[in-house]
């Protein structure tokens, strides 16, 4: 056993006990919707594996919660493998899911593009296959910030994840069949892009310092979940310049068709109050209009996080006919729940 | 027109202009919920006055994000009145928003207890009367924390107002008549106790500097939602060791029957990410316990909070045959939100 550090500013025990006892707590709160799989550090849909249905399955490092566990319930996840932080869960854990999920129907892997949760999760599908379980993987890369990264190449998978999960949830919920539920969450990557900006780094609890530096008067323009560099370190602009510019970013490479509707999701890194997440949904809103485009559907708050990270991401998600029912359908999980 | 500090380490516009920009996001966000009246700066739910049901007015000063216009909606509160950042609104705010949701079958006020708060809902309720509605006030005092403080004469009322808000909603939606309603209310505050501790200070706009200094390994125990000081500074301690003092204050003074069922409720002030509220639901689990009391219903995100600060505040409430039902009843509210 480690001893704590005492200057660690954080609710914690020891530092390398933090993922697993916050699944611990996570269980303990939610006992309704969910289980854990302490063995294989899995979370599991209360009623996994569901007959007949296809199973979903996520899962990355740590320290972007509500993200995956939190998105575990009816009409979303099946199971969640959460990594250390900010480390990829390994091929284990992925196969351990996606057999308690198999329901005989198959299984989707949901999989942010990052190097090491890619080469894991196809790993895992290879040895699900050897067990005569169906898998097919969905990959989000849907941050227009930069190409190729710290940990990626190509786009990262960013904001665009938590409304991948919740449609394909709903359309697998439906009694989609595998086929039906991987065309509905390709469909939602390839019509959603993101853009986030960070005003401060976070600090990881094994670490106990800040992983990125950045100046008082400073903020990171494209920011990845994890602090990786985007376009460039700049001054601090105000929030209608900064919005702005990443509303240009994020439609000028998604070009939705004149009138398009959206899904407008402001997002939380971690640190950021409501008041300011409204403040930028508000300046959203302005730019929507300037494009022609109108937010039929919303989503503010903390959903996909740095830690304590103080920044903003913002994806759009150009809707067509079939997206906003599955989008409105029922989820029970801890952090997005509606409907019976 | 003043010029944006440019250090100023949040997504803001001109300072002044944060909490109408704000709720301009809210009423963009969420209009199938609510709606906001800009003249008068209160926040209305959609289809308010609701005719006779009883109307729910809350309201105080703004940084403490979703509460309370993010619990304007179906099931909870008919109106929120926000005032500046840490500031009261004003009487007149309180009389318009009285005024907009009576349904005829009179308005209860729920305050927190802060001086600014009771006295101008205070007045706002002698106005109302003036005007023929008949106007019941409950005030919420559930911080154990510390008997007076800095803007108040007995103890602060936090964390139980969200669940005071959601159960007074139910009661009022399922046709309860004000005395009723004020009643369960009034119950809810009596049966609930809490306790924050901070680890950092929040920032507010205007200010734009720390609201108290902490040192590097302090945390702030017995924090109040504006920063006010609690029972100690002292260094920061492991979550278990935390969690257990707050948890001996909670229930040494709520004494709940052995066997008690709990609502257990880990709120987040604003910075903390969830992996740390986990952790601190989990080590609540155990001292609950130790206490022979069962977590029936539980609530763990942010609800109420102090802008960006890093803590945590836990709050209790001991239920009866009743407030379970009224717990999960339907609610349709920004940040509170299940059922149909």
Redesign the interface.
């Known amino acids: 056993m480690s001893v704590?550090t005492?200057?660690?500013?954080?609710?914690?025990?020891a530092p390398e006990d933090?993922?697993k006892?916050?699944?611990?707590?996570?269980a303990?709160?939610?006992p309704d919707l969910l289980r854990v799989d302490f063995t294989n550090q899995v979370v599991l849909r209360k009623d996994a594996p569901v007959a007949g249905k296809v199973g979903l399955v996520s899962g990355g490092g740590?320290?972007h919660?509500?993200l995956h566990g939190?998105f575990v319930g009816r009409g979303m996840l099946d199971a969640a493998c959460p990594g250390e932080?900010f480390t990829s869960p390994v091929p284990d854990q992925m196969l351990a899911a996606t057999k308690a999920v198999d329901g005989g129907a198959g299984v989707l892997h949901i999989v942010k593009n990052y190097t090491g949760d890619v080469m894991n999760f196809k790993l895992a599908a290879e040895l699900a296959d050897d067990d005569g379980i169906k898998v097919e993987s969905v990959l989000t890369n849907d941050d227009v910030a930069v190409e190729d990264s710290l940990w990626t190449a190509g786009r990262r998978g960013v904001g665009v994840t938590v409304i991948l999960e919740k449609v394909a949830g709903a359309k697998a919920e439906a009694g989609g069949t595998l086929a039906e539920v991987a065309a509905v969450a390709t469909r939602v990557n390839d019509r959603g892009r993101s853009f986030g900006v960070a005003?401060?780094s976070?600090v990881t609890p094994s670490a106990g310092s800040p992983t990125f530096d950045i100046g008082?008067?400073e903020m990171e323009f494209g920011v990845g979940i994890h602090g990786e560099p985007g376009r460039r370190r700049e001054?601090?602009?105000?929030?209608?310049e900064?919005v702005e510019e990443r509303a240009d970013a994020i439609l000028g490479d998604l070009k939705p068709a004149k009138g398009a509707k959206v899904l407008?999701f402001?997002n939380g890194l971690?640190?950021?109050?409501?008041?300011?997440?409204?403040?930028?949904?508000?300046?959203l809103?302005k730019q929507l209009e300037r494009y022609g485009v109108t937010?039929a559907r919303?989503l503010?708050?903390?959903y996909i996080?740095s830690?304590?990270m103080?920044g903003?991401s913002i994806t759009l998600l150009e809707l067509d006919d079939e997206l906003p029912a599955l989008w409105d359908a029922p989820v029970h999980t801890?952090?997005l729940?509606?409907?019976?």
Chains 1, 2 share one sequence.
């Open positions: 704590v005492q200057t660690l500013k954080k609710f914690v025990n933090v993922v006892e916050s699944l611990a707590g996570l303990a709160a939610h740590s320290g919660e509500p939190g932080i005003l401060t976070c008082p008067d001054k601090i602009r105000s929030a209608a900064i407008a402001v971690g640190g950021t109050p409501a008041i300011e997440l409204y403040v930028a949904y508000a300046e809103t937010a919303s503010v708050g903390n996080t830690l304590e103080a903003i801890p952090a729940r509606w409907g019976t």
